[in-house]
């Protein structure tokens, strides 16, 4: 079987998503920074990076229902050359806004970047399947979500220190075009990566847009409840929940621990790695299969290490610099965390795209992308609810994340119990999309 990992297609997608999920934490990470103890500390109160979480949320939330229509009526491929060349010009705004110093502009600009991202993901995750076809699927994810992850360790590792070098915890003058150039870059790179993506074919053109996102969501959960996807969307919505609230947690270790923020990103690194080594490993462990056996491995693991972040004192290793961060307790147990996450996330992520109809799947993936970024959206009001309640030691809020996790996912692998017979019809009854790519790449943009 010819290895479609390696199709030059589906590579330039891969270069896409890098390229867009390190500007995303570029400009998120930044800000975050700002927020807790940088510019613009106390702008927003405590646990003001709540606030930048909502408003990097909820345009996924009102915009996912028509980005799926757009990727189910025309070409992925074009729908991605459109939003990734809108990318370039809100760098800039996000640019100017650190620039001259005004929160409200970098946070308009946040929003504007995450509207463009939420017509990216049913583009970019339907068109996985298209692709590599069904039978790489899990392999696919997690090759893709392997290098998404180093893309977020690559962009808050570069927003760590941007932040102190635009503006420094010292009594000195920063580096104010910094942010711009910064973001500037990598938006034209994810611009060009976009140009060598194969050819796909368009979509149902007689699709009929719903422009209420409500009424279409409603119809979609209606269609999904009919099978399992609906439990196996709300089981990856759910852990958007608990990592929402753990990443908020996370930078607060510059408070916690008494680092730099350049210091306090390595935590944000070691958690990318883990995430994509987690995900590399799952993807290589289910081979050709779609394998829900690993949801409960990933559950138990992400229930585990996050109570030992919460019951285990922090502390520094030995050493100097990022050394003492890398080798802390606090990076192992989030090491922990985030390769179990990657056991937890690709079969759910295979399996919405592998289950979802042909014709539908950009409607039904826009749909998950919704709900979960709803389930993230309230990840950042409850940590903002909670945040004073644990004062000077946010990362007790690990407790909940444990005993949710534990529940949840307690809950969802009952439900799901009976999968394996839907993935065996599936194997039985599909095509590969992907077989027929060699008489079908023309350009349609």
């Not at 942010?179 to 993506?197: E, K, N, R, T, Y």
């Not at 606090?330 to 990657?342: D, K, S």
Request: glycine share 12%.
């Amino acid at each position: 079987m010819q290895n479609k990992l390696m199709h030059p297609g589906f590579l330039s997608l891969i270069a896409t998503q890098f390229f867009g999920a390190m500007n995303d934490n570029v400009l998120k990470g930044i800000l975050t920074f700002m927020v807790i103890d940088g510019a613009w500390a106390g702008h927003l109160g405590s646990g003001g990076q709540g606030i930048v979480g909502i408003c990097f949320t909820v345009p996924f939330i009102l915009l996912s229902a028509f980005a799926g229509q757009l990727a189910d009526r025309y070409s992925k491929r074009t729908v991605t050359l459109w939003v990734k060349a809108l990318e370039i010009p809100i760098a800039g705004l996000a640019g100017y806004g650190f620039f001259v110093g005004n929160l409200w502009i970098t946070l308009a600009a946040l929003v504007a970047l995450t509207c463009q991202s939420s017509f990216f993901g049913p583009a970019k995750y339907g068109m996985i399947p298209e692709l590599v076809g069904t039978g790489q699927l899990s392999r696919a994810n997690g090759t893709i979500n392997m290098l998404t992850n180093v893309a977020v360790i690559v962009g808050t590792l570069i927003s760590g220190v941007v932040s102190d070098r635009y503006s420094p915890q010292a009594e000195q003058s920063g580096v104010l075009w910094l942010p711009a150039v910064a973001l500037l870059l990598v938006a034209i790179l994810g611009f060009v990566s976009s140009w060598f993506l194969t050819g796909l074919r368009p979509g149902d053109s007689s699709i009929q847009y719903r422009l209420n996102p409500f009424e279409a969501y409603i119809h979609t959960v209606k269609q999904m409840k009919k099978t399992p996807l609906f439990m196996i969307m709300m089981a990856w919505a759910y852990f958007y929940l608990l990592a929402g609230i753990a990443l908020f947690i996370v930078p607060e270790y510059t408070l916690v621990l008494n680092v730099s923020r350049a210091e306090a990103s390595v935590l944000m690194g070691v958690l990318g790695i883990a995430i994509g080594v987690g995900c590399g490993v799952a993807g290589y462990v289910s081979g050709r299969d779609i394998e829900p056996r690993l949801i409960p491995v990933g559950a138990v693991g992400l229930t585990v290490f996050f109570f030992l972040l919460a019951f285990v004192p922090p502390s520094l290793a030995g050493g100097e610099g990022s050394a003492r961060i890398a080798l802390s307790n606090v990076a192992w147990f989030i090491l922990g965390a985030g390769f179990f996450a990657g056991f937890y996330i690709v079969p759910l992520q295979s399996l919405l795209q592998g289950l979802s109809p042909d014709s539908q799947r950009g409607q039904y993936l826009g749909t998950a992308n919704a709900i979960s970024f709803g389930f993230m959206t309230l990840a950042a009001v409850f940590y903002w609810l909670v945040r004073d309640l644990f004062g000077d030691q946010p990362q007790k809020i690990f407790y909940l994340c444990s005993l949710l996790m534990g529940l949840g996912a307690g809950f969802f692998i009952w439900k799901l119990s009976g999968i394996r017979s839907h993935l065996e019809s599936l194997e039985m009854g599909r095509t590969d999309p992907s077989d027929e790519l060699s008489s079908n790449e023309v350009g349609s943009a």
